[in-house]
């Protein structure tokens, strides 16, 4: 019983021991191609805050391959493994050769190497976006344009090559939280959509389809819908295959200069 004992403290001990030294014993990535494996941990455990593809939302962008912390194999394991100490980035329950194999799909999405070259042309891509596209009815890029819609200045720096298309095609498949569509229906029975701005027990503040700020006190509606379809229409049948690569193209050149 007293050897157990013993044995048992011991081996706390040692786990105390690990736990303190924030760097892992090996430098190199013993699981770097897992990419895939790391993908599907990384949806599991790390989606929800910093999205499907790593884009970021409540947690950090992951795509830019500059990290905060450091960007070796040794400081984002130690980031994963023990978070972040006073921020939200919370230290992962899972084994290490997981939160390896997470490491490797970071590093996968954040490799700028990787950072595909743009099939399109971005001047034709700039004048479908202007004319055809109307966007700019709902983006801004530098101080032109609407503002239903995220800003667009820096998308090409934020986002993929495949996010942008996808963004196009299809614009439920991810949207950010602060741009989720609402549907606030009054207690007159008039229907309003717009993204949903701000909230609190008593009103609610929305931006509506025609760019206009708007609030309702709470007490005047009969129902808020949330998660409503995006405000923006999918292009895929709008525009060709050659528009669509040019209009990625362009907002793949906007990186936050103009
Ligand atoms: C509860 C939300 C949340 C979860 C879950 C989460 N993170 Fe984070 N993460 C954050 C936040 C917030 C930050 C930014 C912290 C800061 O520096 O202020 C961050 C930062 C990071 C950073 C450092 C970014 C930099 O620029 O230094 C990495 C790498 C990272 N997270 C990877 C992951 C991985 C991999 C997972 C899944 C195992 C994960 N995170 C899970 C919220 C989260
Ligand atoms: C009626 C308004 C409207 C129009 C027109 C519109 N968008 Fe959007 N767009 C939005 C809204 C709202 C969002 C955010 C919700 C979402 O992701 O679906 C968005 C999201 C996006 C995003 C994702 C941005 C990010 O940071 O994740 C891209 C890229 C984008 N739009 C490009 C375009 C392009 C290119 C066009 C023209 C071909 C266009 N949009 C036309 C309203 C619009």
Not at 90 to 106: G, I, L, N, S, Y
Request: aromatic share 6%; hydrophobic share 35%; glycine share 10%.
């Amino acid at each position: 019983m007293r050897l157990l004992l013993t044995f048992v403290v011991a081996a706390f001990g040692v786990c105390a021991m690990a736990q303190e030294s924030r760097l892992p014993a090996v430098a190199a990535n013993p699981f770097g191609s897992a990419v895939e494996e790391g993908r599907a941990l990384f949806q599991m455990h790390c989606s929800y805050c910093h999205g499907a593809r790593g884009e970021g939302g409540r947690g950090a962008d992951l795509t830019t391959g500059v990290y905060r912390q450091g960007s070796t194999d040794a400081i984002l394991f130690a980031t994963v493994r023990n978070g972040i100490p006073g921020t939200e980035m919370p230290a992962v329950r899972a084994t290490d050769e997981e939160v390896w194999k997470m490491v490797a799909f970071v590093r996968r999405i954040g490799d700028t190497s990787v950072r595909e070259k743009a099939p399109g042309d971005p001047t034709a891509g700039k004048a479908v976006y202007e004319g055809k596209g109307a966007c700019g009815t709902c983006h801004a890029v530098g101080r032109e344009g609407g503002s239903l819609g995220p800003e667009l200045s820096d998308v090409g720096r934020r986002r993929s090559l495949k996010y942008l298309e996808e963004s196009i095609v299809s614009p439920d498949a991810d949207v950010a939280i602060r741009y989720r569509t609402i549907e606030l229906v009054t207690r007159a029975g008039q229907s309003v959509t717009g993204i949903r701005l701000n909230e609190d027990d008593l009103s609610i503040q929305m931006r509506d389809r025609k760019d206009d700020l708007r609030s309702f006190l709470k007490d005047d509606l009969r129902e808020i819908r949330r998660n409503r379809p995006s405000l923006m229409p999918g292009y895929g049948k709008i525009l060709s295959r050659k528009e669509l690569d040019d209009v990625v193209a362009y907002l793949n050149s906007l990186r936050g200069e103009q």
